[in-house]
């Protein structure tokens, strides 16, 4: 299992609100976390700190050998579970900080297999060598226009509501997290990124990017190729070669 991540600040944003931890732990288990903060550039940066810090702290923590599916599964939505009560609490002490919150996907990956809890917009993907094949649903405006035809794939690209999301960490007191588990065949890696990627860079490109670059570059080349088209947001990127 190799890991490898990337951040900036892109070309247009003087902070960067985005935030990732990863790690390794016994029995060649990787687990990564990436947070897009929001509520300004102090709130925003509080936000993501604090979610991605708590949510990794109970993934070290909290992470046994052998540990099955559905404990596994209890233990990312107690972890974003927890992050949530953090950040809204510290917004709720502090009036300059009230409304912060922060996107979050958290990732474990085991024996070939994905776990992952998220809310917001920031996805994972899974490279098969060929095609990236998104893993998470997006919780925006947009995505619901998807959903029930309002709108095209390609109509919510360029769509003016696009950056709303439905759901944020530390926004409410309680968090509605999605959850979902995947394969991750001999070969393949998991992408795990903020939109200030996917809103720069075509997910052909991204696909042709892992494919022609060794794993220790492609992150370093894919938050380039996000600042060469302008790098209009914070853009984070983390690899995972199973």
Known sequence: MRVAAKTDAGKVRMANEDCYCVGELPGGVAWAVI??????????????????????????NSYQEQMGSRSIKHLLVNALD???LRVYDLSMANESL????????????????????????????VYNGTELVQLTKDHSVVQEMVDIGQITEDEAKSHPRKNLITRALGVHETLDADYCEEELPPGSTLLVCTDGLTNA????????????????DCA?????????????DNITVVLVES
């Open 220 to 232: 370093e080349v894919l938050v380039q190729r996000a600042n060469e088209n302008g790098g209009p």
């Open 201 to 216: 860079v075509e997910l052909d490109e991204i696909a042709a990017i892992l494919h022609e670059h060794c794993f220790a």
């Open 35 to 60: 947070c897009d903060g929001m509520g300004g550039a102090a709130g925003g940066n509080i936000a993501s700190q604090t979610a991605a810090n708590c949510v990794s702290d109970t993934i070290v």
């Open 98 to 125: 009230m409304g912060m919150g922060t996107t979050v996907v958290a990732a474990i990956v085991a024996e070939q297999r994905i776990y992952i809890a998220h809310a917001g917009d920031s996805r994972a993907y």
């Open 82 to 84: 927890n992050a949530n």
